[in-house]
Each structure stands twice: as structure tokens, then as C-alpha cells.
């Protein structure tokens, strides 16, 4: 889904039964980055150990989008 966002970035965002309509972009903010890494560590991480390391390599950092709303 990465690569068809960034390809066309007019995606449509799901929410239960809720659909809305937002612009997927390129997130260069090291603040926003952490906070979204942040985030995903609290979430994901106790859960799946090795998988969350893996999203903190250098080489991934630079794949987080921001959505806005469309």
C-alpha cells in the first residue's frame, strides 16, 4: 500500500464503517517521525518485538506519511 500511496496519493482512509477521503505525503519532520515511532513502539511493541524493531531501521524512517485530510 506504501508504494500505491506515494504512486497516487489521493487515498481513501477507513475507519470501522467510516470512510473519508485524504492525501498521503512524505513526513520529513524528525519531531513528527520520532512521535509517530513513539506511537508505534507503545502500540506494537511489547506484541511483536522483532517486527517493531525492524520499522526503526534507518533505511524505514524516511518511509512515514503524513495524511491530510483531502
Excluded at 477507513?14 to 502500540?43: C, D, F, M, Q, T
Excluded at 506494537?44 to 525492524?54: F, L
Amino acid at each position: 500500500w506504501y508504494q500505491e500511496a506515494i504512486a497516487n496519493p489521493h487515498v481513501t482512509i477507513r475507519v470501522g464503517r467510516r470512510k473519508g477521503a485524504a492525501r498521503a505525503e512524505p513526513e520529513h519532520s524528525p519531531l513528527v517521525i520520532r512521535a509517530v515511532n513513539a506511537a508505534y513502539r507503545k502500540k506494537y511493541g511489547e506484541r511483536w518485538p522483532e517486527e517493531t524493531k525492524e520499522m526503526f531501521k534507518r533505511s524505514i524512517l524516511p518511509t512515514t506519511l503524513r495524511l491530510t485530510p483531502a
